[in-house]
């Protein structure tokens, strides 16, 4: 008997069916999708397979019918030039099975394999099996199933050891990567595991999302550190989100990104984490990591899950944190997401893509497209026909944790009502005539999922009274932005449920780290956070700068061989200060490093700024680069600037008081952090920014050149040189991005 098994990741040209890998966890295996254009037909996915033995062979398919009673995804099993008869995905379920596709004669040799689908509307195929064992039926649990996969492709089973890390980051959103970064800095062996193809989560090019933060809503608060990296590279060299992303993380020899790697379970003993396990979503492989510190940034609190650490999930009750607008009884709703994706020329889409056709174009929506209230009853104002907005959600009491696919498809039955709505009841639908829907992205950017518990939780009074807490690693700015439950059924109660302007607020480190899984730090929406604190939290500058904070505790965590914990209780200032040279703005901490050696020293420029020339309040002294303060406040610029008439190049020099031993000397550029701004669209380059430097020592009356960097995009320029004996220290600016002068805010020498 003979028996083949075809991975849907096998197939050698996938036509126009996408892989999709998001639902692994849930359904055991990818699978291949078939939509491009809704409602038409995709081309062919093909791949081959050879028999041994000619003779009769049955075709099974492992597919789903994924709305009943409609079966919408509906396509055939085609084998060389011949269509096997039974049409797959109309089975009456809605879970993944197996079909029958068909039986057929096959001569021995080589043949071709093809999906042909009949609707372009989600046809879905995991694997097909081709045999002549007709006793043989394929197992639908999944379990079995993948046993069944192993025996009959002949697969070992196996864990296959990936080494020991000093830091495992599960996610690798903007907090992952940012966490990544920040720990390969500070000396430790990173792996940054991956769960998609591609690194980002809902800021990377499936995601779409933006690093919006704090500076949306209040001047002069724009976050720093790693995710000003990500924007610069955005601004000055114009890479998308994810590819600032990949060239940081590319940047670093001691990461190492495993893509399409999925956390399937962890082995934890007395609260410490010792592994993980993995599975490839493309392969199956079985993969083990091992390291004293591991972090879960997966945004759905996945890695936390299996290690058994402490979380919550839904709302929380007005009496457990004293929050006003928490409801009087817990419950378990959380904030639905929204589809996201890229069209063909790259441009976001929110749920679909439609275009004007320049001629009427009639839509008839599919019976299985969810039907929404009539006219002005849907309490929803479209600002553009491309697209929809950021408000297309579904209902809240949907479980995308446990029934993610279910969910991404009811946003796709969503996405496609909506459209509906616009062309056919919208009340000025005479605008959308001519729209023809184009594209669906299937990406599910979610909003909420598990808050793992951590020595503090974050709540609404932490907004309301200002608090101020001494652990205090980052901030916070974003609205209490709360979705409605009712998602796009909320009718004239809009999309929020509520939606309040906040303080700039500190988040504090026992924020990062889990309550009872001693070596386990957090950093994205699932940190230590309530429903209502989340509103703010969850946003991706915000998430970047928790990433940033944890890289930097973990490194700590590794020079004193402690765990997350005793950081905060012993070596706070420390992780505080450090995370200050590293760029990140702590609200109300200052530079008082006391390896700083410019703190002491004299700080004389080759020009300023005249007075008439500078904004009211700036005052853009060179005394101002060892004031403690790298960014602008209320106080003012806190920054040098050259004088625009004097030109390039321009020079800070640092004079100690007696001779210094120095090996390292940064600046940081002033980056026009006053100004509110949004961040989904690319702002201007920064043209003050130092772009070529040099610096010298002077020794023994003489200048001696020791360090220089050109190209640079930068806020923060570090550079490094072989320790030298020095009675001052010289950075020469020697040319900027596109300007004549340049603007400094801190110069430190170490």
């Keep these: 008997m003979e028996t083949i098994w075809i991975d849907a990741a096998e197939f050698d040209i996938p036509g126009q069916w996408k892989l999709e890998t998001q639902f692994v966890r849930e359904m055991g295996q990818g699978y291949l999708l078939a939509c491009e254009t809704p409602g038409v037909p995709v081309k062919d996915a093909i791949t081959s397979f050879k028999i041994g033995e000619s003779g009769y062979y049955r075709v099974f398919v492992r597919t789903k019918n994924w709305h009943l009673p409609e079966s919408p995804g509906q396509f055939q099993i085609g084998i060389d030039d011949m269509r096997l008869e039974n049409i797959c995905g109309t089975m009456r379920t809605t879970k993944w099975h197996w079909e029958i596709a068909g039986d057929i004669p096959l001569k021995k040799g080589c043949h071709r394999l093809s999906l042909i689908d009949l609707t372009g509307w989600l046809s879905r195929c995991a694997a097909v099996i081709i045999t002549n064992d007709f006793d043989f039926t394929p197992s639908p649990e999944k379990e079995i199933l993948l046993k069944q996969r192993q025996q009959i492709k002949g697969l070992r089973e196996e864990v296959i050891d990936k080494g020991e890390w000093d ?93 399409n790697e999925l956390c399937i379970s962890a082995q934890t003993e007395k609260g410490i984490i010792h592994s993980i396990l993995c599975t490839d979503c493309l392969t199956l492989e079985k993969h083990r990591f091992k390291a004293p510190l591991f972090a879960d940034c997966s945004g759905d609190g996945w890695l936390a899950y299996y290690a058994g650490a402490a979380y919550h999930v839904g709302r929380e009750a007005q009496h457990e944190f004293q929050e006003d607008l928490a409801p009087l009884s817990p419950d378990t709703l959380t904030m639905s997401g929204c589809l996201c994706g890229r069209n063909d020329e790259g441009q976001q889409m929110l749920a679909f893509w439609a275009e004007d ?142 939606d309040k302007e906040i303080p700039i607020t500190s988040v504090p480190y026992r924020c990062l780290y889990s309550k009872n899984i001693n070596n386990l730090f957090m950093a994205s929406r699932c940190s230590s956070v309530t429903h209502v604190a989340l509103g703010s939290t969850r946003v991706e500058a915000t998430i970047a700068t928790m990433g940033q904070a944890v890289g930097v505790a973990a490194g700590i965590c590794k020079r004193y061989g402690v765990l997350p914990r005793a950081v905060y209780e012993t070596h706070i200032q420390e992780l505080q200060q450090t995370l200050l040279r590293d760029d990140q703005t702590i609200p109300g901490i200052k530079n008082e490093d006391p390896d700083d050696l410019a703190l002491a020293a004299d700080i004389v420029a080759s020009s300023t700024m005249p007075r008439n020339k500078q904004p009211e309040n700036a005052h853009y002294a060179a005394e101002n680069l060892h004031n403690g303060v790298f960014r602008p406040d209320a106080a003012g610029s806190n920054a040098w600037a050259s004088d625009p008439g004097v030109g390039l190049p321009q020079s800070v020099t640092v004079k100690f008081k007696s001779p210094q031993k120095v090996r390292s000397v940064q600046i940081t550029a002033d980056t026009d952090l006053i100004n509110p701004r949004f961040n989904y669209q690319p702002r201007d380059p920064d043209k003050t920014l130092p772009q070529d430097v040099t610096v010298d020592v002077l020794q023994k009356g003489k200048w001696i050149p020791v360090a220089q960097k050109a190209g640079n995009v930068f806020r923060q320029i570090r550079v490094t040189f072989p320790e030298i004996t020095a009675d001052q220290v010289r950075v020469n600016i020697l040319k900027t991005q596109d300007a004549d002068y340049t603007v400094l805010s801190e110069i430190r020498v170490y």
């Design 167 to 259: 830091f495992v980051v599960v996610g690798a959103g903007p907090g992952g990567v940012a966490a990544a970064i920040s720990a390969a800095r500070h000396g430790m062996k990173t792996a940054l595991i991956c769960g998609r193809p591609f690194v980002g989560g809902n800021a990377s090019n499936e995601g779409t999302i933006g690093l919006d933060g704090a500076g949306a809503h209040h001047d002069g608060w724009q976050e720093t550190g790693i995710p000003d990296e990500i924007k610069a590279l955005r601004r000055n060299r114009g890479a998308g989100w994810q590819e600032a992303m990949e060239i940081l993380l590319a940047g670093e020899s001691l990461i190492s990104v495993f893509q």
């Design 357 to 498: 056709m320049g001629e009427p174009v009639e839509f008839a929506a599919p019976s299985w497209a969810i039907k929404l209230p009539q006219g002005d009853a849907l309490h929803r104002e479209p600002t553009s026909f491309h697209s929809a907005q950021w408000w297309m959600e579904n209902r809240n009491d949907y479980d995308d944790l446990w029934d993610e696919e279910f969910v991404r498809d009811e946003l796709v039955r969503l996405a496609v009502g909506y459209f509906d709505w616009l062309k056919n009841s919208f009340t000025g639908r005479e605008a959308t005539v001519n729209y023809r829907l184009i594209k669906l992205p299937l990406h599910n950017s979610k909003r909420e999922n598990r808050r793992i518990v951590g020595d503090y939780m974050l709540t609404e009074k932490d907004y309301r009274e200002g608090v101020t807490h001494p652990d205090t690693v980052t901030y916070t700015g974003w609205t209490l932005d709360v979705h409605h439950p009712l998602g796009m059924f909320s009718g004239s109660e809009g999309p929020y449920l509520h």
